[in-house]
């Protein structure tokens, strides 16, 4: 027996010399506590949550390494790789949404623990974990995907949106909260409310969207091996995913960081290798094809940024203005040519009058040099005269024009563009009176655009998109036609179209048209109903007019609004509340 026992002891220890204990490797981007003890940690800010579950002191993190090694991405990548780390280390009581706090660090391990985080190739399917993500990856291929480029859908976009998400963690990750923040934005306009920011207690009663969000953040400060082009193309759609997020989110200006971002990196990619990319990227494979898929993404949403900010300048706005006009001589061959080439007249357009606004604080309104308004008005003849032969010509390629609804948006954008130019000036609001007809039929488009997006959202809920398509032209049409009727038909259709293009919200909007038919055409009295344009008089026109959306606490939603009237001095500022009773829904949507 004792012979037998040494036997057994001599072989335990010999399996256990055989077996020798393994330390876990020294974390490269873990606190600095969890790298002196050796474990691994779980990158949770502003203190690992490793160190507090253990009741240990978190020492913070030491300066995170570079991901991208190419010198042309260097620093363009590592500022928003800074920006996106801020964003996780400034957490407070208004943005709670990008850590993760020690009462969750339970449900978090216990709920991903099984998740494979490393990079698993492009051809491997990464494994779905519990039946909530399952939801929210079916919940993000079928809606949010489909309202993500609503006005212009190109499918191998989509394709590319959904292969990443399945094989990328970080954009998997990214895909899944914007998926779960959707759909509570959806189950928010179920029970007839208007869209609301959510609030802190919003966040914490569901956390899931800020686990994901922040899970994204983490994997994607992580470098991992690769290519620096598929870094870069990650890089992007993440940043794409993250402004869609945030807007959703109602936290504006944290997308607009993204925005920018994404801007940055996609500076590096000249003008050549954009153009080297036909318009139907079908055609076309690899990275290469990728960075020029979200690369158009991002700088479409960096065009369209200037028709809801004011001190907003697209990237290179003048050079590819410059490069256009080169082009602008012969005819377009598809609808998403002349979509793009539209999209930097009405940038110019308002950058124009965004400068203007801003060099003058107090109201007044200087006339554009006439040299760069009559520039870009004949470049807005040239673009109407080629979209309309490339609409009698036809082509194979594309589909039926009569009832593609993005001509009739096109058609939408560029009169209001052109209505907008023409009839900017100091002490020109009269002169709006002259654009009847384009107002008019500008009403008509939107009803057409308003119509096909009912058709192709299939419901009455609202809806998410971060394109900018009629919202704002309805607010122009509102802010600036003066006739009784015409301007009502526009306020009808932004409440019966329960709709968010970025920061643009329908109800808000509406909100804000009435107000400005309320005080325009106040000035005849109760009594006398507003009857014809004349009877608004120059001095009770608003000239210059913009609001700010205010989150609501345990109240409603407020809209500060700020204008100037025509021919007179001072601002005004005013606050609104929103409010919209589900009876009043149901009324306007039968």
Same mark, same amino acid.
């Given at each position: ?469 009629? #919202? @704002? $032209?309805?607010?122009? =049409?509102? /802010? ?6 015409? &301007? ?5 259709? !932004? ?40 009877? #608004? @008089? $120059?001095?009770?026109? =608003?000239? /210059? ?6 989150? &609501? ?5 407020? !809209? ?31």
């Amino acid at each position: 027996m004792d012979g037998m026992k040494n036997k057994n002891t001599k072989t335990g220890n010999q399996a256990w010399r055989r077996n020798p204990r393994k330390f876990a490797p020294k974390s490269r981007l873990g606190c600095k506590t969890c790298k002196i003890r050796r474990v691994k940690c779980d990158l949770s800010r502003p203190s690992c949550l490793k160190c507090l579950s253990t009741g240990r002191t978190c020492d913070g993190y030491s300066e995170m390494p570079l991901a991208f090694k190419t010198e042309k991405t260097e620093i363009e990548s590592t500022h928003y790789q800074k920006e996106i780390a801020d964003r996780a280390d400034s957490c407070d009581s208004y943005h709670p949404c990008t850590t993760i706090s020690a009462y969750e660090s339970k449900q978090w391990h216990s709920k991903y623990h099984g998740l494979i985080l490393q990079n698993l190739g492009s051809f491997m399917i990464l494994p779905v974990t519990g039946s909530t993500q399952a939801e929210a990856m079916c919940f993000f291929k079928d809606i949010s995907i489909k309202h993500l480029n609503e006005y212009r859908p190109c499918e191998p976009w989509r394709n590319t949106l959904m292969f990443f998400s399945q094989t990328v963690p970080s954009v998997r990750h990214a895909a899944i909260a914007l998926a779960l923040i959707h759909r509570n934005y959806l189950d928010r306009h179920s029970n007839g409310r208007v869209y609301q920011p959510p609030s802190l207690k919003d966040w914490l009663l569901d956390k899931a969207p800020l686990l994901h969000y922040n899970r994204a953040i983490q994997l994607l400060l992580k470098p991992e091996s690769g290519e620096s082009a598929e870094i870069t193309a990650v890089t992007l759609l993440v940043c794409y995913l993250f402004a869609c997020f945030d807007h959703l989110a109602g936290d504006d200006v944290q997308a607009v960081k993204h925005l920018r971002g994404g801007v940055a990196l996609s500076r590096n990619i000249d003008n050549a290798t954009l153009n080297d990319c036909t318009y139907d990227d079908a055609q076309s494979s690899g990275v290469h094809a990728i960075i020029c898929q979200v690369t158009k993404q991002i700088r479409r949403l960096d065009m369209q940024a200037v028709m809801f900010l004011v001190d907003w300048t697209p990237a290179n706005i003048q050079e590819t203005f410059m490069s256009h006009l080169a082009l602008f001589d012969s005819t377009f061959w598809s609808l998403d040519q002349a979509a793009d080439h539209l999209q930097i007249l009405v940038a110019q357009v308002m950058t124009l009058r965004n400068t203007e606004q801003q060099m003058s604080p107090m109201g007044t309104m200087p006339p554009l040099p006439s040299s760069l308004k009559d520039v870009v008005l004949g470049q807005l003849e040239t673009w109407s005269s080629l979209f309309e032969n490339l609409l009698q010509q036809g082509s194979p390629s594309e589909s039926d024009f009569a009832t593609d609804p993005l001509v009739s948006l096109l058609r939408l954008q560029h009169t209001i563009a052109w209505t907008l130019l023409s009839g900017y000036g100091p002490g020109r609001e009269m002169d709006y009176d002259n654009f009847l007809p384009q107002f008019q039929q500008c009403v008509v488009l939107a009803g057409e655009v308003a119509a096909a997006h009912q058709r192709y959202s299939g419901s009455s809920r609202s809806t998410f998109t971060p394109e900018i398509g009629f #919202i @704002p $032209v309805l607010y122009i =049409i509102g /802010a600036k036609c003066r006739h009784p009727n015409v &301007r009502r038909e526009a306020l009808n259709i !932004l409440r019966q179209q329960l709709i968010r293009e970025a920061t643009w919200d329908s109800i808000s909007t509406a909100r804000v048209v009435e107000r400005v038919i309320e005080i325009e055409e106040g000035a005849a009295g109760e009594e006398q109903m507003v009857q014809y344009m004349e009877q #608004i @008089p $120059v001095w009770q026109r =608003i000239e /210059a007019l913009s609001y700010t959306h205010i989150p &609501r606490g345990q109240s409603a939603a407020r !809209l500060d609004i700020t204008y100037t009237f025509c021919a007179q001095e001072g601002i005004h500022i005013e606050s609104l509340m929103i409010e919209r009773t589900e009876s009043l829904i149901k009324s306007n949507n039968q």
